[in-house]
């Protein structure tokens, strides 16, 4: 049977918002977080960060620090790099460069907190207490921190990395000049999108405990991905893997930030087996501001040529990622720009492409995941120029995309980068949002607010997501990856159903909507399943990413029920008299189908299973519990659209969101409620990034938004009234008709949002191309077009 085999589910607790049965801990403050892991005889670490953004280490003096109360031993780059010469991260591209990310660095420092000597006392306190006597010589070099700049630039920001080029890919090459010289109307614009950090709530920790006198490690990590840690732990440090666990206990928020293997996590293992006592590790506020992993940054040169009739004609990108100083892995810089430009065009007809893109060494913290990934910056650049060329030509937003979209007529569509979307509810989406927003009305107000000095303006963003993300969605990517993940499903002498998972939460609520998942299996209440996460001692599971769990719990857990099935409908038929094929499942009993007289409890039916060897077929496994595993045998789609109305006050510049609006289609909901919580909380992170987020550095590569009183996150003073509608169209992929859909709100909310800012602006002949928008660039822009000058002369 393969593994991309859509299993039959029959939707019942599927669809309805039941609340999330996590909830009570968490609310209760209950829940174990990973600074909740406290061990016997456990230490606790603290690392000294470098101060400089490139430089040379000439000598570290730890003995004053040695002789500080608590501590416990004290390691630089030399003692954590003869254990492990660090994070080697490459892709299997032509020209693809590799680099080297030690743990704690023992000659280059290549940016602002790269760790450089790491001390464990017996307290966090005690331990920090020593960093400060620990004296570091350093050498300063040149410091490269302008992506474009770095491109041609004598000097290099990590040594490893030639031409500060990471990576330069022409995937698509589409001759495009003859489209734009023959079009009736081209746009154009260099789209900055802001570095920022996903600040999830709780920052990153890990802990770890060798037990010397079996040979195991055990180790505590808020990730998202428990077994690529488990792997790529045993890799880096030659540990034997099967004597390795990984448990995930609470974690508070993730966002891609957690779905990485990280330096400190490795060092922590090193430090657990030289001492043979537990250590623990959790960063700080200020540490993850400066050392998680940072997120967003590109720089978008985009044109879009369009003919008379607003119609789509061409499209040109050139993407530059500015990578920071090494390669996150697994993601690699190729995460944003490049994976970018592979769904430009989406969800368009777009007849051709020329798309590039460049990832480039800097001497900032490496980029990596982050919710949307690299299709937030391209969304936001294509989205804009869409709202301009309509402007241009008199169309209104929702028109020009209603003429461009790809319609249910024209699937399956291959898209120019070579994607084929074999469904898609495109016009739908446009239509639905015109609807919600009433346009006409909101053109007069506008015009109204004009009047009195008020900018509003409304932006637009029309997404494809590409969800539940397996092998083949990564070998499109350019991931030469095969995804692996299993569930065990197995019906208890009782006829509860336990379901055994490698997919781990991060607040999304799995243990709700996976256990919706098993009920509908088995046609059982949701209250008689039970979900075992959250060790890799329970199952395989690529990772809690890419909007893959609700598609890999409905593929597994379905695929795993229905061996599990025949097995109970066997057994059953013999109790009934009726054929296997007539026995169905439904309200927690098993009965023959249009015979509703024929009936038993399901947990009866279990019993026999277990203990009446009697009612077995000859042949027969008593065994009810299976393991599966699932990879879907295409690309799985979710799409959607996001608008957005914002007003901007003329005497401060400020902009403020008034309204907002969704449209969703992820297939079948499992349930309603938290989906529209994803929804929403994407769409306030969509809010932070284009208004609020940025993390700024200086020419030194000093970070300058270091604290969260430079570093600003939207509060819900920020964020407004959100109407969400929803349009289901299930997947024929998935068991239930299950698309993924948590990355969808980051890829969309954002170009709306900046849509919306731009819109507002274009009423006084202003455009602003660099984000956030903040006050002080929206000035600068009104100022551009003139605006202020005139204010101030008819002041005058």
Same mark, same amino acid.
């Given at each position: 049977?393969?593994?991309?085999?859509?299993?039959?589910?029959?939707?019942?607790?599927?669809?309805?918002?039941?609340?999330?049965?996590?909830?009570?801990?968490?609310?209760?403050?209950?829940?174990?977080?990973?600074?909740?892991?406290?061990?016997?005889?456990?230490?606790?670490?603290?690392?000294?960060?470098?101060?400089?953004?490139?430089?040379?280490?000439?000598?570290?003096?730890?003995?004053?620090?040695?002789?500080?109360?608590?501590?416990?031993?004290?390691?630089?780059?030399?003692?954590?790099?003869?254990?492990?010469?660090?994070?080697?991260?490459?892709?299997?591209?032509?020209?693809?460069?590799?680099?080297?990310?030690?743990?704690?660095?023992?000659?280059?420092?290549? !940016?602002?907190?790269?760790?450089?000597?790491?001390?464990?006392?017996?307290?966090?306190?005690?331990?920090?207490?020593?960093?400060?006597?620990?004296? /570091?010589?350093?050498?300063?070099?040149?410091?490269?921190?302008?992506?474009?700049?770095?491109?041609?630039?004598?000097?290099?920001?990590?040594?490893?990395?030639?031409?500060?080029?990471?990576?330069?890919?022409?995937?698509?090459?589409?001759?495009?000049?003859?489209?734009?010289?023959?079009?009736?109307?081209?746009?154009?614009?260099?789209?900055?999108?802001?570095?920022?950090?996903?600040?999830?709530?709780?920052?990153?920790?890990?802990?770890?405990?060798?037990?010397?006198?079996?040979?195991?490690?055990?180790?505590?990590?808020?990730?998202?991905?428990?077994?690529?840690?488990?792997?790529?732990?045993?890799?880096?440090?030659?540990?034997?893997?099967?004597?390795?666990?990984?448990?995930?206990?609470?974690?508070?928020?993730?966002?891609?930030?957690?779905?990485?293997?990280?330096?400190?996590?490795?060092?922590?293992?090193?430090?657990?087996?030289?001492?043979?006592?537990?250590?623990?590790?959790?960063?700080?506020?200020?540490?993850?501001?400066?050392?998680?992993?940072?997120?967003?940054?590109?720089?978008?040169?985009?044109?879009?040529?369009?003919?008379?009739?607003?119609?789509?004609?061409?499209?040109?990108?050139?993407?530059?990622?500015?990578?920071?100083?090494?390669?996150?892995?697994?993601?690699?810089?190729?995460?944003?720009?490049?994976?970018?430009?592979?769904?430009?065009?989406?969800?368009?007809?777009?007849?051709?492409?020329?798309?590039? =893109?460049?990832?480039?060494?800097?001497?900032?913290?490496?980029?990596?995941?982050?919710?949307?990934?690299?299709?937030?910056?391209?969304?936001?650049?294509?989205?804009?120029?869409?709202?301009?060329?309509?402007?241009?030509?008199?169309?209104?937003? !929702?028109?020009?995309?209603?003429?461009?979209?790809?319609?249910?007529?024209?699937?399956?569509?291959?898209?120019?980068?070579?994607?084929?979307?074999?469904?898609?509810?495109?016009?739908?989406?446009?239509?639905?949002?015109?609807?919600?927003?009433?346009?006409?009305?909101?053109?007069?107000?506008?015009?109204?607010?004009?009047?009195?000095?008020?900018?509003?303006?409304?932006?637009?963003?029309?997404?494809?997501?590409?969800?539940?993300?397996?092998?083949?969605?990564?070998?499109?990517?350019?991931?030469?990856?095969?995804?692996?993940?299993?569930?065990?499903?197995? &019906?208890?002498?009782?006829?509860?159903?336990?379901?055994?998972?490698?997919?781990?939460?991060?607040?999304?609520?799995?243990?709700?909507?996976?256990?919706?998942?098993?009920?509908?299996?088995?046609?059982?209440?949701?209250?008689?399943?039970?979900?075992?996460?959250?060790?890799?001692?329970?199952?395989?599971?690529?990772?809690?990413?890419? =909007?893959?769990?609700?598609?890999?719990?409905?593929?597994?857990?379905?695929?795993?029920?229905?061996?599990?099935?025949?097995?109970?409908? /066997?057994?059953?038929?013999?109790?009934?008299?009726?054929?296997?094929?007539?026995?169905?499942?439904?309200?927690?009993?098993?009965?023959?189908?249009?015979?509703?007289?024929?009936?038993?409890? !399901?947990?009866?039916?279990?019993?026999?299973?277990?203990?009446?060897?009697?009612?077995?077929?000859?042949? !027969?496994?008593?065994?009810?519990?299976?393991?599966?595993?699932?990879?879907?045998?295409?690309?799985?789609?979710?799409?959607?659209?996001?608008?957005?109305? &914002?007003?901007?006050?003329?005497?401060?510049?400020?902009?403020?969101?008034?309204?907002?609006?969704?449209?969703?289609?992820?297939?079948?909901?499992?349930?309603?409620?938290?989906?529209?919580?994803?929804?929403?909380?994407?769409?306030?992170?969509?809010?932070?990034?284009?208004?609020?987020?940025?993390?700024?550095?200086?020419?030194?590569?000093?970070?300058?938004?270091?604290?969260?009183?430079?570093?600003?996150?939207?509060?819900?003073?920020?964020?407004?009234?959100?109407?969400?509608?929803?349009?289901?169209?299930?997947?024929?992929?998935?068991?239930?008709?299950?698309?993924?859909?948590?990355?969808?709100?980051?890829? =969309?909310?954002?170009?709306? &949002? /900046?849509?919306?800012?731009?819109?507002?602006?274009?009423?006084?002949?202003?455009?602003?191309?660099?984000?956030?928008?903040?006050?002080?660039?929206?000035?600068?822009?009104?100022?551009?077009?003139?605006?202020?000058?005139?204010?101030?002369?008819?002041?005058?």
């Amino acid at each position: 049977m393969s593994k991309s085999e859509v299993a039959q589910i029959r939707p019942k607790s599927i669809g309805t918002s039941i609340p999330r049965r996590e909830d009570p801990g968490l609310l209760t403050g209950r829940a174990r977080y990973i600074a909740d892991i406290v061990l016997p005889d456990m230490l606790h670490v603290a690392i000294l960060r470098s101060p400089v953004a490139h430089g040379r280490i000439r000598h570290i003096d730890t003995a004053a620090a040695q002789a500080m109360p608590g501590v416990e031993l004290i390691w630089t780059g030399q003692d954590s790099h003869a254990r492990c010469p660090g994070i080697a991260s490459t892709l299997e591209q032509k020209g693809f460069v590799a680099t080297v990310q030690p743990l704690l660095a023992h000659d280059e420092i290549c !940016f602002v907190g790269e760790g450089i000597a790491v001390v464990v006392a017996h307290s966090r306190a005690q331990a920090e207490d020593a960093l400060e006597r620990i004296e /570091a010589d350093i050498e300063e070099l040149p410091v490269v921190t302008d992506a474009v700049a770095a491109i041609d630039a004598d000097d290099l920001a990590n040594a490893a990395v030639p031409a500060n080029m990471v990576y330069h890919s022409n995937r698509v090459t589409d001759p495009v000049e003859d489209a734009f010289a023959n079009a009736a109307l081209s746009v154009q614009g260099c789209f900055h999108t802001p570095r920022v950090n996903a600040a999830p709530m709780e920052t990153r920790g890990f802990v770890a405990r060798h037990e010397w006198t079996s040979g195991t490690l055990t180790c505590w990590s808020a990730t998202q991905m428990p077994s690529f840690i488990k792997t790529m732990t045993a890799i880096f440090l030659q540990f034997p893997e099967h004597n390795l666990e990984v448990i995930t206990p609470a974690v508070g928020g993730g966002f891609g930030q957690k779905a990485h293997l990280h330096p400190e996590e490795l060092l922590t293992c090193l430090l657990s087996i030289e001492l043979g006592r537990p250590v623990s590790w959790i960063e700080d506020r200020q540490e993850n501001l400066f050392r998680a992993p940072q997120a967003k940054q590109q720089i978008n040169d985009m044109a879009l040529a369009v003919d008379d009739q607003g119609r789509f004609l061409a499209l040109r990108d050139r993407v530059i990622t500015d990578s920071g100083a090494y390669n996150s892995l697994p993601w690699t810089p190729l995460v944003e720009g490049h994976a970018g430009i592979l769904v430009v065009t989406d969800p368009y007809k777009i007849a051709a492409l020329s798309a590039q =893109s460049l990832s480039v060494t800097t001497n900032k913290c490496p980029i990596g995941a982050y919710r949307g990934v690299g299709f937030t910056a391209p969304t936001l650049a294509r989205e804009v120029l869409i709202d301009r060329a309509a402007r241009k030509l008199g169309l209104s937003p !929702f028109e020009i995309r209603r003429r461009n979209v790809i319609r249910q007529e024209d699937l399956p569509y291959q898209t120019r980068a070579g994607m084929t979307i074999r469904e898609g509810t495109f016009l739908e989406t446009v239509d639905r949002l015109e609807a919600m927003v009433g346009y006409e009305d909101f053109r007069k107000r506008q015009q109204e607010a004009l009047k009195e000095g008020r900018l509003l303006g409304l932006g637009i963003s029309i997404f494809s997501e590409v969800s539940g993300i397996g092998t083949r969605a990564l070998n499109f990517l350019d991931y030469p990856l095969t995804s692996h993940d299993t569930a065990t499903v197995r &019906v208890e002498p009782t006829g509860k159903v336990t379901v055994t998972t490698g997919i781990v939460s991060s607040g999304q609520g799995h243990p709700t909507t996976l256990a919706q998942i098993a009920a509908d299996a088995f046609g059982v209440p949701v209250e008689d399943v039970t979900i075992l996460a959250g060790s890799t001692h329970h199952a395989v599971g690529f990772g809690t990413v890419a =909007s893959r769990s609700a598609v890999f719990g409905a593929g597994t857990i379905g695929r795993a029920a229905e061996m599990v099935r025949g097995r109970m409908r /066997a057994v059953a038929a013999r109790l009934l008299q009726a054929a296997p094929d007539d026995i169905e499942m439904s309200g927690g009993m098993i009965h023959v189908r249009d015979d509703p007289g024929r009936t038993m409890p !399901f947990a009866a039916v279990a019993g026999a299973a277990y203990f009446a060897e009697a009612t077995h077929p000859d042949d !027969f496994d008593p065994a009810l519990e299976a393991t599966a595993a699932f990879d879907p045998s295409d690309i799985v789609l979710a799409n959607g659209g996001h608008a957005v109305i &914002v007003e901007i006050d003329m005497e401060t510049c400020m902009a403020r969101v008034e309204k907002m609006y969704a449209v969703e289609d992820c297939g079948r909901m499992i349930n309603p409620m938290i989906v529209e919580g994803q929804i929403r909380g994407g769409m306030a992170q969509g809010v932070g990034m284009i208004l609020l987020e940025e993390l700024v550095h200086d020419e030194r590569g000093q970070l300058i938004t270091s604290t969260f009183q430079d570093y600003l996150l939207p509060t819900s003073l920020d964020i407004p009234d959100i109407e969400i509608s929803h349009l289901e169209t299930p997947s024929s992929l998935v068991p239930g008709g299950i698309k993924g859909m948590g990355e969808s709100a980051m890829i =969309s909310t954002p170009a709306a &949002v /900046a849509g919306a800012v731009n819109d507002a602006l274009a009423c006084l002949g202003a455009a602003i191309e660099q984000f956030p928008a903040s006050p002080q660039r929206i000035f600068e822009a009104l100022s551009k077009a003139g605006v202020i000058e005139r204010a101030n002369n008819s002041t005058v």
